[in-house]
């Protein structure tokens, strides 16, 4: 997932890795028609072909809301479906899992086929493989916060004390923690959603269908939500469908964005390819306001780390594997190649000056403030680290292990690159006037 959290990984804690699936997408939409009226199915005939959907409606009285749809979503992946109200994102999300039953086409969930499921295969399936968040958050006014966030449980037939146990968990988890005895109407719009939210993950679901979820929510309560959800899913590596009209939320948070135009998919791609290579001008004309900075993360410059140390290690050492490496300083790792700090060339030579043993002694040779980002750190984020600092700037995964290094150089040159992609939309394809 894109991320806003902090840009510097001030704290990084080790936290299991994303469970990995394999290459088979986890969910898969094939030709997916969905058209409302009652000509529907002479919408897809050879006559019908090629005809738009205000010609289909004027023609036959039908309503295309989805035109042969495809798109795959991988385990783990955070999927944005992006456009204008009427696109035809809710008749999407819901077709999923058959709230709307599709005209034809096909989807395939962990290889099993949504639309030939039975009624109870259906039923179990939306039970526990999947929670849907709205706009509007559906609770229910008579329960307090801790019978609201239960539900699915209850439904699922478990027990009181198992049931309030796992959402109280949860309510910690979604920042409601302490407010498990309040109504609906005691809580704020932001806070509403949270327990909306927290309601979908206390059934554990493998997917998040997120329709509009934070679409009701001030601006800054807004981006708080985001944050949250970015923050949540570095944890729990959920898949997630995630409708928006707004393209800086879809730029935010997909990994991957769709964008519709009425009914059908006019593009997917990464937020930078939407941005810097639109398919058409429909999607050039969506994106030729944003700021490139904003959607451009470390991951596209930084380069492997060129010289490291690891603690144990003496300042002899270290000053042999930074001369190697022809830059000024090395990074300083564990057994595990965990990040710990930086070593200057200057600190190597006064640590071997004074005897140090290992550089790991005392530690005050190494600058173990020198903070690392991660790899979807945006360069919005990284230029204020950069100008902070003549060494390069170390990068960190999840789990604190150092994975590369970025140079100022080779930042100035993307966005140089970056600013005169803009200057010509895009990469011409998409030629705005
Ligand atoms: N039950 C229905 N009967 C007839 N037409 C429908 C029905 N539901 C949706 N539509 C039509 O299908 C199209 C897609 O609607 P949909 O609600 O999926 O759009 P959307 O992208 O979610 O819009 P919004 O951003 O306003 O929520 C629209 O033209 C809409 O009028
Ligand atoms: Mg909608």
Redesign the pocket.
């Known amino acids: 997932m894109a991320s806003s959290r902090n840009p510097v990984a001030d704290n990084p804690q080790p936290s299991p890795s994303p469970s990995s699936g394999g290459d088979a997408p986890y969910i898969s939409v094939r030709a997916l028609w969905?058209v409302?009226?009652k000509n529907a199915p002479q919408v897809t005939a050879p006559e019908n072909e090629g005809k738009d959907?205000s010609q289909i409606l004027a023609d036959l009285g039908a309503?295309v809301?989805l035109q042969d749809v495809n798109f795959d979503v991988a385990r783990g992946e955070t999927f944005v479906v992006m456009?204008?109200?009427?696109?035809?994102?809710?008749?999407?999300v819901r077709c999923l899992i058959r709230l709307?039953e599709p005209t034809s086409g096909e989807i395939v969930v962990g290889g099993d086929d949504i639309t030939r499921m039975t009624d109870k295969d259906l039923t179990d399936f939306r039970r526990r493989k999947i929670a849907m968040v709205f706009q509007h958050y559906g609770l229910m006014p008579h329960r307090t916060v801790l019978d609201n966030a239960a539900w699915g449980l209850e439904t699922q037939g478990v027990d009181r004390d198992t049931r309030y146990q796992r959402v109280r968990e949860v309510l910690e988890l979604v920042g409601l923690g302490g407010w498990e005895d309040s109504y609906p109407r005691q809580l704020s719009g932001g806070m509403q959603q949270r327990v909306g939210l927290a309601r979908a993950l206390v059934v554990d679901p493998d997917i998040l269908l997120m329709?509009?979820p934070f679409s009701g929510l001030d601006p800054l309560i807004r981006r708080q939500m985001q944050d949250e959800l970015l923050r949540l899913q570095t944890e729990l590596h959920k898949t997630i469908v995630f409708?928006t009209?707004d393209l800086n939320e879809a730029l935010k948070l997909g990994d991957r964005i769709a964008i519709?135009h009425d009914?059908a998919v006019a593009q997917i791609g990464s937020p930078e390819d939407i941005v810097l290579r639109p398919e058409d001008e429909y999607v050039g004309e969506f994106t030729q306001d944003v700021r490139l900075e904003t959607i451009m993360t470390a991951a596209k410059i930084m380069v492997a780390p060129k010289a490291t140390v690891m603690g144990h290690q003496g300042p002899r050492a270290a000053l042999h594997t930074i001369a190697a490496s022809d830059g000024d300083a090395a990074w300083v790792v564990d057994r595990q190649e965990h990040y710990l700090g930086m070593l200057s060339i200057s600190s190597a030579q006064k640590a071997l000056q004074l005897g140090v043993r290992r550089i790991d002694e005392g530690w005050e040779h190494v600058e173990s403030n020198y903070l690392p980002v991660f790899p979807d750190t945006t360069f919005d984020q990284l230029i204020p680290v950069a100008m902070g600092s003549d060494y390069p700037i170390p990068v960190v995964n999840e789990n604190n292990t150092l994975v590369g290094e970025i140079h100022r150089s080779a930042l100035a040159e993307a966005i140089a690159e970056t600013s005169a992609a803009t200057a010509n939309g895009g990469d011409g394809t998409a030629g705005i006037p």
């Open positions: 969905k409302f009226g959907k309503v809301a456009g204008l109200s009427g696109s035809g994102k809710s008749t999407l709307i329709d509009e409708i009209h519709m009914g």
